[in-house]
């Protein structure tokens, strides 16, 4: 599996669409100060479920849609995609080219589609987090975060580590079905007590 094609448009300094295509193997983007090449980096994490707009040097998500230009007016949408080669099936979906779509309008409407098809936040991380891809598994390193890293106090450092090993995943999935546990002992309770008042 690997990162194959990154689509943009309206998103930060790309009014216009951008594609990068992108081989197997390093990929180096070039180009002067202020050109864009974060922002192609941050395109790529916000497609792939970047919720702060920290994350995205912003200070709110919608600053993430284009602000204009002294030649464009501002755009009201943006949306990334990006194509995964899945010929090794890494990805548990039977399809050679996965694709993942997100967009945002000025309003806060905002949506993601799998291979163009509707879908939730939750089921990209959990399809993309199998393989150890989203937003929260050091995919990306920015820049300072090898210092941060270097620097992080033990604790700090475990959770880094856990999200890395991708055991973040197991504990969120442990805690939900600790919820839910509770719930079905609610409900079971509830019904032990209709019983009870029916008798
Ligand atoms: P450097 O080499 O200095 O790190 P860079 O090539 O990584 O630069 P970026 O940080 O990707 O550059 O791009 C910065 C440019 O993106 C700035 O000119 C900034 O005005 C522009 N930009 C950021 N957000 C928006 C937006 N929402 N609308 C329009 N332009 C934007």
């Known amino acids: 599996m690997y990162l194959k094609y ?5 998103f930060k300094s790309f009014a216009d669409t951008a594609k990068v295509k992108f ?6 983007i070039v180009g002067p100060n202020g050109s864009g090449k974060s922002n192609v980096v941050d395109a790529l994490a916000w497609v792939l479920g970047a919720q702060g707009p920290k994350q995205l040097r912003s200070s709110k998500m ?8 002294s030649k464009r007016p501002p755009l009201g949408r943006a949306e990334v995609s990006v194509t995964f080669d899945n010929s090794d ?7 050679s080219e ?10 806060g409407e905002s949506s993601y589609k799998l291979n163009e098809v509707a879908c939730r ?5 959990d399809l993309l987090g199998e393989v150890g891809v989203g937003k929260s598994q050091h995919l990306i390193i920015s820049q300072g975060e090898v210092d941060d890293i270097v620097n992080a106090k033990a604790d700090d450092l475990r959770v880094i580590i856990e ?4 055991i973040t995943r197991h504990k969120r999935r442990r805690d939900q079905a600790l919820k839910r546990l509770v719930e079905v002992d609610g409900d079971l309770e509830d019904i032990s007590k209709m019983e009870r008042d029916l008798k």
């Open 6 to 10: 990154l689509s943009i448009r309206g």
């Open 23 to 28: 081989s197997p193997g390093l990929t180096v």
């Open 62 to 69: 919608e600053d993430v849609i284009f602000a204009g230009s």
């Open 89 to 95: 099936e890494s990805l548990s979906v039977p399809l």
């Open 98 to 107: 996965v694709s993942i779509s997100r967009s945002l309008y000025r309003s």
């Open 121 to 125: 936040l939750s089921d990209l991380v």
């Open 163 to 166: 999200e890395a090993a991708g």
